[in-house]
């Protein structure tokens, strides 16, 4: 099966300028994650959606970063405008279910966003 | 609040080697907890999931224990290759209210095999 498809997959941008990144989860899979990695750390997660309703965005700094996923499938996160701190690896993954207990998530290959 | 450690930071082996990353948490009322593996430029690729009633989870030349009581989890990894070369990262699940799972994330251990 296909995987999890994100683009671009690399972005240079000034600071205070727009950005907005795209991600296209497995085929049937209801629950889609945006996380943001810092390096060196692990995944920040920012906002969570089952089918096109928000399930958790409570570390999404709603001042700037904004998230949808209209159709229940492929979805857009934005930042507007960016700051330098914004810089990481943004990363979408996938689940079929959020309550399985063996339900696990799969990752795509990441936006790695510089903010000069 | 779940705190996730991971022991060592980086580690440098030669190839053959068997060896054991640590990962250990504050809360033990886990879900379950999950092995991932990074490689630079890369996402995330699940390696190993244990379900809280487990002990231990075997796949290949990995497996990873789990106990709960002591706050900790392994991931041994057998004869060691170069292509095991990445950052291994432990996150442990969390159920939330409305059945929603919530994954812990430690900062990973970064390993390089040497030929």
């Known amino acids: 099966e296909a995987g999890v498809a994100q683009s671009p997959r690399y972005k240079i941008i000034e600071k205070r300028q727009s950005v907005a990144f795209w991600c296209n989860p497995i085929?049937?899979?209801?629950?889609l994650y945006w996380y943001q990695q810092i390096l060196g750390q692990g995944p920040k997660l920012l906002i969570q959606f089952q089918n096109n309703g928000v399930v958790d965005d409570s570390q999404l700094p709603k001042d700037r970063f904004s998230a949808e996923r209209l159709k229940g499938v492929d979805s857009t996160l934005k930042i507007q405008p960016a700051k330098l701190e914004d810089s990481a690896v943004y990363l979408c993954a996938s689940s079929f279910l959020a309550g399985g207990p063996t339900d696990t998530q799969y990752f795509g290959p990441g936006t790695r966003l510089t903010v000069l | 609040k779940q705190e996730v450690t991971q022991i060592p930071a980086a580690l440098s082996v030669p190839e053959g080697e068997n060896l054991v990353l640590n990962c250990s948490f504050t809360d033990s009322a886990i879900y379950n907890l999950q092995w991932f593996r990074q490689d630079p430029g890369k996402g995330l690729t699940s390696l190993l999931l244990?379900?809280?009633s487990q002990r231990e989870q075997t796949s290949g030349r990995l497996n990873a224990s789990l106990d709960k009581s002591s706050g900790r989890s392994t991931l041994y990894i057998a004869a060691s290759q170069p292509g095991d070369s990445a950052t291994y990262l432990c996150?442990?699940?969390?159920?939330?209210?409305?059945?929603?799972?919530?994954?812990?994330w430690g900062l990973g251990t970064s390993l390089a095999v040497n030929p």
């Open positions: 085929s049937g899979h209801a629950t």
């Open positions: 244990i379900q809280s």
């Open positions: 996150a442990v699940i969390r159920s939330n209210a409305g059945n929603n799972r919530k994954l812990i």
